[in-house]
């Protein structure tokens, strides 16, 4: 799999194209969210990556996470069902259209100049680009889960 660059306007253009292909009947292949859910969830790190949400750090997180960090930028995908930050975690009904175009405004917003300079809470420090290509891995993990 090829990690794209979230930067590059073509890439936002393939990524807003999938979600838009998301229907009220698009099923989970694994996982627990619905679509809807689905989409806030996706909302979440990219409000961390440029500075809206905010994320504790854990002591022992942050030891083992630069270990695992070339994990979130080598080219196999995500594996299915990880683990996820509690604040990440949608388990209340959400409005399929508000959340698709919630997550497609935080997509057409982003950008080098949007990044924050704060460490990943889990990865520790990341240079621009690292924000970009980890965020579009995770949106793709999450569409691929959801048929598109």
Known sequence: MEIKNLFETSVKQQIIHRINN?????????GKMNVAQMLAHCQMP???ATGKHTLKRNF?????GPFFKKQLF???PFKRSLPTD??????DL???????QGLINMIN??????MSNEPHPFFGMLTKEEWSKGTWKHLDHHLQQFGV
């Open 22 to 30: 998301l229907t009220p009947q698009s099923a989970a292949q694994w």
């Open 46 to 48: 990219l409000g961390v």
């Open 60 to 64: 022992l997180l942050r030891l083992i």
């Open 74 to 76: 080598n080219e196999k």
């Open 86 to 91: 509690k604040s990440f975690i949608i388990t």
């Open 94 to 100: 959400r409005n399929l259209e508000q959340e698709k």
């Open 109 to 114: 917003s982003f950008s080098e100049t949007a």
